[in-house]
Protein backbone atom coordinates (compact mmCIF):
# COMPACT_ATOMS: atom_id res chain seq x y z
CA UNK A 1 0.00 0.00 0.00
CA UNK A 2 3.02 2.28 0.84
CA UNK A 3 4.30 1.78 -2.55
CA UNK A 4 1.20 2.78 -3.96
CA UNK A 5 1.05 6.04 -2.21
CA UNK A 6 4.68 6.75 -2.80
CA UNK A 7 4.13 6.05 -6.82
CA UNK A 8 0.78 8.35 -6.74
CA UNK A 9 2.91 10.79 -5.14
CA UNK A 10 5.68 11.02 -7.45
CA UNK A 11 3.68 10.70 -10.43
CA UNK A 12 1.69 14.13 -9.65
CA UNK A 13 4.60 15.61 -8.61
CA UNK A 14 5.99 14.95 -12.31
CA UNK A 15 3.11 16.27 -14.09
CA UNK A 16 2.72 19.68 -11.95
CA UNK A 17 6.63 19.97 -12.82
CA UNK A 18 5.77 19.48 -16.23
CA UNK A 19 3.26 22.06 -16.38
CA UNK A 20 4.70 24.64 -14.27
CA UNK A 21 7.55 24.33 -16.97
CA UNK A 22 5.68 24.65 -19.54
CA UNK A 23 3.84 27.91 -18.51
CA UNK A 24 7.52 29.37 -18.37
CA UNK A 25 7.90 29.07 -22.35
CA UNK A 26 8.06 32.62 -23.33
CA UNK A 27 8.30 31.65 -27.11
CA UNK A 28 4.73 32.25 -28.23
CA UNK A 29 3.95 31.32 -31.82
CA UNK A 30 4.22 33.65 -34.62
CA UNK A 31 0.30 33.51 -35.36
CA UNK A 32 -0.60 34.99 -31.69
CA UNK A 33 2.25 37.39 -31.87
CA UNK A 34 0.86 39.01 -35.03
CA UNK A 35 -2.21 38.82 -34.20
CA UNK A 36 -2.08 41.18 -31.33
CA UNK A 37 -5.53 43.75 -31.48
CA UNK A 38 -4.25 47.02 -31.91
CA UNK A 39 -6.52 50.18 -30.78
CA UNK A 40 -7.34 53.99 -31.72
CA UNK A 41 -8.65 57.12 -30.09
CA UNK A 42 -10.88 58.51 -32.87
CA UNK A 43 -11.67 62.46 -32.57
CA UNK A 44 -15.19 62.56 -33.97
CA UNK A 45 -17.07 65.66 -34.94
CA UNK A 46 -21.14 65.95 -35.92
CA UNK A 47 -22.36 63.63 -32.96
CA UNK A 48 -25.66 64.82 -32.04
CA UNK A 49 -26.31 62.91 -29.02
CA UNK A 50 -25.14 59.50 -27.42
CA UNK A 51 -28.21 57.17 -28.01
CA UNK A 52 -28.70 58.11 -31.40
CA UNK A 53 -25.38 59.12 -32.96
CA UNK A 54 -22.64 57.23 -31.11
CA UNK A 55 -24.31 54.31 -30.10
CA UNK A 56 -25.12 54.09 -33.71
CA UNK A 57 -21.44 54.58 -34.94
CA UNK A 58 -20.58 51.68 -31.62
CA UNK A 59 -23.07 49.34 -33.01
CA UNK A 60 -21.97 49.77 -36.59
CA UNK A 61 -18.19 49.32 -35.59
CA UNK A 62 -18.94 46.07 -33.69
CA UNK A 63 -20.92 44.89 -36.46
CA UNK A 64 -18.20 45.20 -38.44
CA UNK A 65 -15.62 41.53 -38.90
CA UNK A 66 -12.60 42.28 -37.26
CA UNK A 67 -13.47 44.66 -34.84
CA UNK A 68 -12.76 43.91 -31.29
CA UNK A 69 -13.94 46.73 -29.10
CA UNK A 70 -16.12 49.98 -29.65
CA UNK A 71 -16.34 52.44 -27.08
CA UNK A 72 -17.67 55.92 -28.42
CA UNK A 73 -18.65 59.14 -26.59
CA UNK A 74 -20.52 62.48 -27.34
CA UNK A 75 -19.57 63.43 -24.26
CA UNK A 76 -15.64 63.24 -25.69
CA UNK A 77 -16.52 63.44 -28.79
CA UNK A 78 -14.28 60.75 -29.27
CA UNK A 79 -14.18 57.08 -29.64
CA UNK A 80 -11.71 53.99 -28.30
CA UNK A 81 -11.55 51.10 -31.33
CA UNK A 82 -9.62 47.64 -30.92
CA UNK A 83 -9.56 46.14 -34.04
CA UNK A 84 -7.40 43.07 -35.18
CA UNK A 85 -5.04 44.89 -38.35
CA UNK A 86 -4.85 41.37 -40.06
CA UNK A 87 -8.32 41.64 -40.93
CA UNK A 88 -8.84 45.31 -41.22
CA UNK A 89 -7.59 49.03 -41.46
CA UNK A 90 -8.07 52.33 -39.52
CA UNK A 91 -9.28 53.65 -43.37
CA UNK A 92 -11.59 50.90 -42.78
CA UNK A 93 -12.55 52.39 -39.39
CA UNK A 94 -13.08 55.82 -40.65
CA UNK A 95 -15.16 54.58 -43.75
CA UNK A 96 -18.04 53.12 -41.01
CA UNK A 97 -17.34 55.63 -38.87
CA UNK A 98 -18.04 58.56 -41.87
CA UNK A 99 -20.36 55.95 -43.23
CA UNK A 100 -22.89 55.78 -40.62
CA UNK A 101 -26.47 57.29 -40.77
CA UNK A 102 -28.63 58.79 -38.22
CA UNK A 103 -30.72 61.42 -39.94
CA UNK A 104 -29.09 63.72 -41.66
CA UNK A 105 -26.02 64.11 -39.43
CA UNK A 106 -22.42 64.01 -40.85
CA UNK A 107 -19.73 62.48 -39.36
CA UNK A 108 -16.11 63.98 -39.72
CA UNK A 109 -12.78 62.49 -38.01
CA UNK A 110 -10.51 65.02 -36.65
CA UNK A 111 -7.64 62.82 -35.61
CA UNK A 112 -6.56 59.39 -35.17
CA UNK A 113 -4.16 58.30 -32.08
CA UNK A 114 -2.70 55.86 -31.53
CA UNK A 115 -3.17 53.68 -28.04
CA UNK A 116 -0.49 51.46 -26.40
CA UNK A 117 -1.72 47.89 -25.66
Known amino acids: MKFKVLFLFVTIFTLATNVSFAQEDDALPDEIINNIPNTVLVNI ?9 ADKISSNLME ?11 ENKNGLITFDPTIMTIEDIKAVITNTKVKDYTYTITSIIPQEN
Open 45 to 53: EGMACQEGC
Open 64 to 74: TEGVVSSEISF
